[in-house]
């Protein structure tokens, strides 16, 4: 039997404080995946500014993020991209539901809308496991 339904994006998986899950995309495609497939309306979506980088997403359960879970899902993009390792970096915050992919664009590309830019340093969470090399952003 042929299965034709489309393979689940490959992410990287994170647990910040709060009990919030962050999932990070590992290609263009798990990128595309991860944000108008898997991502619900009032998740949070993130991207660095400007440059290569993984998708990011802040999935939401219930209640509104602080900024503190903001900054540390972005801190988050900032690391899974060729930012790494800049100082302070703008990344790009919006809830999934204003993010589109526009006709005919190629994997990984997306418009967004009601922009938030949020100002962090590139890190894991502390108790994440190096995936340096597993990242196509290095």
Do not use: C
């Amino acid at each position: 039997m042929n299965d034709r339904r489309p393979k689940p994006p490959k992410t990287w998986e994170y647990r910040i404080p709060g009990g919030w899950t962050v999932l990070a995309g590992r290609t263009d495609a798990d990128n595309d995946r991860l944000s108008l497939k898997i991502a619900r309306p009032n998740d949070w979506w993130f991207h660095v500014r400007g440059m290569p980088g993984s998708h990011v997403v802040l999935q939401v359960r219930s209640g509104d993020p602080d900024k503190s879970v903001l900054e540390a899902a972005a801190s988050i993009a900032a690391y899974h991209s060729k930012a790494r390792n800049g100082g302070v970096v703008a990344v790009s915050a919006t809830q999934a539901r204003n993010v589109t992919k526009p006709r005919g664009a190629k994997p990984g590309t997306v418009t967004i809308k009601n922009e938030k830019v949020l100002k962090v340093r590139p890190e894991l969470p502390a108790d994440a496991p190096d995936e340096s090399q597993d990242s196509p952003w290095t």
